[in-house]
């Protein structure tokens, strides 16, 4: 697909989200032309319907590993179109889901639910939309559930950190830019327990306020394997994917890892 052209089905997929409307099948922006798109949607444990985007390349065929995308706060699923292109050419099925309280998952118990009415516990609810999104790629016929991991940015990068202790299926987890300004007690297991982080890729920038120095911290409490990734610079979450090499960094860990 053209840039150009990409570009404007990406914005009406957006506007269509913002909206408040689910977007058509057609109008799920696929960056690439063996890449397809449509959404889904799913439940979780306690009853948020979450909204999805599922990616998949037409280049390749059977069961395949799956990648979950965690979206940072105040954002939503379409920030990540970008990078999926990379990754279904690696060989991954890709699962976008909008964070609940975020974008078109608002719904709590077929009641509105946005995040500006969260409270501390909502928050730390979040690892739920994984066990949901988890849960939706099991009863998949063409993904390998033994082979599904998480990748995170900020605020996302909490919700994968904590559900790599908590969920099982999870095989590996890669979270970019972990949030340290929270709380003590929020998105980082600390209620959880007999919490038991394992199998992460940390990578934060240098200058990302604490986010490097966190990451070394919590390395310390994660079970093998384990590796912690800094960059010069401050480029925060998703901005750290335009350095090519962080990039590469991603699919290597997730090519040996998952």
Known sequence: MAPRVYLAVLTVALLAMHCGRLPTDSEVPTPAEWVTGKTVSFKTPDGFTIFAAWFTSNRQTGRRPAVVLIH???????????????????????????????GRSTFHN???????????????????DVEGAVGWLKRRADVDATRIGLLGAALGANIAYVSSGT??????????????????????????????????LYMASHGDGYSFTSSELLARGTQQPVRVIGY???????????N???????LLWLRTHL
Do not use: C
């Not at 990379?86 to 099925?93: N, Q, S, V």
């Not at 090519?244 to 991603?250: G, T, Y």
């Open 232 to 242: 010069q610079g401050t480029a925060n979450g998703l901005a750290l994917l335009d």
């Open 72 to 102: 940072p706060y105040d954002q939503n699923l379409g920030i990540w179109i970008p990078f999926v292109p990379e990754l279904t050419d690696a060989g991954y099925h890709v699962l976008a889901y909008d964070v609940r309280g975020h």
């Open 244 to 250: 090519p090499v962080a990039r590469d960094e991603i």
């Open 167 to 200: 969920n099982a299926n999870v095989k590996t987890s890669v979270v970019i830019s972990l949030v340290t300004r929270l709380r003590q007690d929020v998105l980082l297991g600390t209620d959880v327990p007999n919490f038991k982080p394992r199998s992460i």
């Open 110 to 128: 077929e009641v509105y639910f946005p995040r500006s009415r969260f409270q501390i516990e909502d928050l730390n609810r979040m690892p739920l």
